[in-house]
């Protein structure tokens, strides 16, 4: 069974950093395209930024433009692992952040094959 763990959430100040871990077990981490998405109480859960699946390590990224310029994705498929790092971080930020893994780039939770339980991010202002 597919697990994804989410790790490295906290409070920060409004323009601080933080970097979110994923690490993924129970499956070939390599033939999954992964993704960050985050949901504030009341809300949808929202895209927030994704990588491709393994391809001869070419990778691409996609992602919203409320973090455009500020959010990076990375995976290290040796560790089992997707990264999200977060810089320049805003209160509007604030949101339980997941990872997810889906067989082909994905944008929708519906296309989601896989979830972690969430980490809480807070930005203070």
């Known amino acids: 069974q597919v697990q994804l763990v989410e790790s490295g959430g906290g409070l920060v100040q409004a323009g601080g950093s933080l970097r979110l871990s994923c690490a993924v077990s129970?499956?070939?981490?390599?033939?999954?395209?992964m993704s960050w998405f985050r949901q504030v109480p009341g809300e949808e859960r929202v895209f927030v930024i994704g990588i491709n699946r393994s391809n001869k390590n070419i990778y691409s990224t996609t992602y919203t433009n409320a973090v455009k310029g500020r959010f990076t994705i990375s995976r290290d498929n040796a560790k089992n692992t997707v990264y999200l790092q977060m810089n320049s971080l805003k209160p509007e930020d604030t949101a339980v952040y997941y990872c997810a893994a889906g067989h082909s780039s994905f944008t929708t939770t519906s296309e989601a094959v896989f979830w972690g339980q969430g980490t809480q991010v807070t930005v203070s202002s």
């Open positions: 129970g499956g070939t981490f390599g033939s999954y395209a």
